[in-house]
């Protein structure tokens, strides 16, 4: 990180950070297939199912602003392994769940529309790949 964008974030000091996935599903936090050892068959019916219809980024960006922030971070991917963007590296993605889309997209959209800057929280740990 250059000192201009340190600056930047010492100054800014306010932001929201978004952590979230399909492990959101089942509600027992980020960690729950490592804490609970579940299962790949167990843990797959979370991404069959992941269809997140009250997904609103713009609301979210809004009360971000309406509150005086200055930035987000989202969890692009997980130590689950799965992706809220499309990408040409894994089929473990937003895009080929019933939600259907890279919800990656509209945040940053929705966030740099009302004027704050975007990070990515990105996971290089992947307990879904078969060499974890």
């Known amino acids: 990180m250059g000192k201009e964008h340190l600056a930047w974030f010492l100054e800014a000091r306010f932001g929201m950070f978004i952590h979230w996935g399909i ?8 960690w729950v297939k490592q804490q609970e050892s579940l299962p ?11 269809d997140p219809v009250r997904y609103d980024p713009r609301a979210w960006a809004r009360a971000a602003k309406a509150a005086g922030m ?14 809220l963007f499309d990408s040409a590296y894994t089929d473990y993605k937003a895009t080929n769940t019933p939600a259907g889309r890279d919800l990656i997209r509209e945040y940053v959209e929705a966030f740099r529309t009302e004027g704050l800057k975007v990070g990515f929280y990105y996971s290089l740990l992947d307990w879904h790949h078969p060499d974890y």
């Open 70 to 83: 200055k930035y987000a971070v989202m969890t692009a991917k997980h130590h689950d392994g799965f992706c």
């Open 40 to 50: 790949e068959e167990v843990y797959r019916q979370y991404f069959e199912t992941f």
């Open 23 to 30: 492990y959101a599903v089942p509600g027992r936090g980020e």
